[in-house]
């Protein structure tokens, strides 16, 4: 069973700032941690590293400072790790950042085949949860999104078994390997690293692939020329003022907080009552 895992080292989003004047995230003096979903995503390719035994590879793809968050992933227990750098990934979107891990992914299956590749659900930093399907899509592997659980795995029969989180409840997915999985949080505890663990990590000699060594050599589908997204603005919210109001009842039963609460809400927004009297009629 060989598990690819594909991490990114992100700004410590509670310690980002915004610049009043160029609208830009201000990164100088911000940590960079590993992305925190990511973190579940190696913790679930461990966890069936120790019980159906194999390898786990960390491929990050990133500037040369994201060494950290690859020897730190090998302080937890992965095998190997790659890190994808190089100046023409600079300003890569998702659909670039897709191509490049894909094309790393076909890389590492030259040497030896990829039964599983996970991925968090999104970054901290991009939010938008694609570059997990965009690499299943461009790999044409089966795509388990959101997984809640991962309950079996059949390495004879060459099928998962997961648990998913959708809208209304839960679904159980069986399908065949190999597959890409991107988890959701809380599928797991990430374990600690040991002395021995974090020695090993200090000395591994860390694999670092430039474009060609990932297997690209058109440069028009990475960077901003393969990027058609375009960012018109980054802003900070602005934090608001008004005080939260308290609301007493003359009784703790639901009928009457709920009474209360529709008729605070009608008499602020007295558009929402008239929708909901049209509607009941």
Same mark, same amino acid.
């Given at each position: %069973?060989? +598990? ?11 310690? /980002? ?18 992305? @925190?979903?990511? *973190? ?6 461990? =966890?069936?590293?120790?019980?159906? =035994? ?10 040369? !400072? ?8 090998? +302080?937890? #227990? ?24 894909? +094309?790393?992914? #076909?890389?590492?299956?030259?040497? %030896? ?12 930093? =991009?939010?938008?949860?694609?570059? #997990?399907?965009?690499?299943?899509? $461009? ?15 059949? @390495? ?12 209304? #409840? ?9 597959? *890409? ?8 505890? %990430? ?6 663990? %974090? ?13 060609? !060594? ?7 589908? /990475?960077?901003?020329? =393969? ?12 934090? $608001?003022?008004? $005080?939260?109001?308290? /609301? ?34």
């Amino acid at each position: %069973m060989h +598990s690819v895992v594909c991490i990114k080292q992100v700004p410590d989003s509670s310690q /980002i700032r915004v610049h009043p004047v160029t609208n830009t995230i201000m990164r100088q003096g911000v940590p960079a941690i590993i992305n @925190p979903y990511d *973190l579940f995503a190696l913790e679930a390719a461990l =966890g069936l590293k120790d019980r159906y =035994g194999g390898r786990v590879t960390v491929l990050c793809m990133g500037p040369p !400072q994201a060494e950290a968050a690859l020897r730190k992933a090998i +302080s937890f #227990g992965a095998d190997e790790a790659i890190l994808v750098t190089d100046r023409a990934f600079a300003g890569s979107d998702t659909l670039a950042t897709s191509f490049a891990l894909a +094309s790393a992914i #076909g890389q590492i299956q030259r040497d %030896m085949a990829v039964d599983l590749v996970f991925c968090g659900k999104q970054t901290i930093d =991009g939010d938008t949860a694609q570059v #997990g399907p965009g690499i299943a899509k $461009r790999l044409d592997l089966q795509l388990l999104t959101y997984v809640a659980e991962i309950e079996h795995i059949d @390495p004879e029969a060459r099928e998962i078994v997961v648990q998913r989180r959708a809208e209304g #409840g839960v679904q159980r997915l069986r399908t065949r390997l190999p597959a *890409l999985v991107t988890v959701l949080e809380g599928i797991n505890e %990430m374990r600690f690293a040991d002395l021995d663990a %974090m020695f090993r990590a200090a000395r591994y000699p860390l694999k670092v692939w430039n474009r060609e !060594q990932a297997g690209i050599e058109d440069v028009s589908f /990475i960077g901003l020329k =393969g990027s058609p997204t375009v960012v018109a603005k980054v802003f900070a919210p602005q934090a $608001r003022t008004e $005080r939260a109001e308290f /609301i007493e009842t003359h009784t703790n039963t639901p009928g009457d907080l709920a009474a209360t609460l529709l008729a605070k809400v009608f008499t602020r927004f007295p558009q929402v009552k008239a929708q909901v009297e049209r509607q009941a009629v």
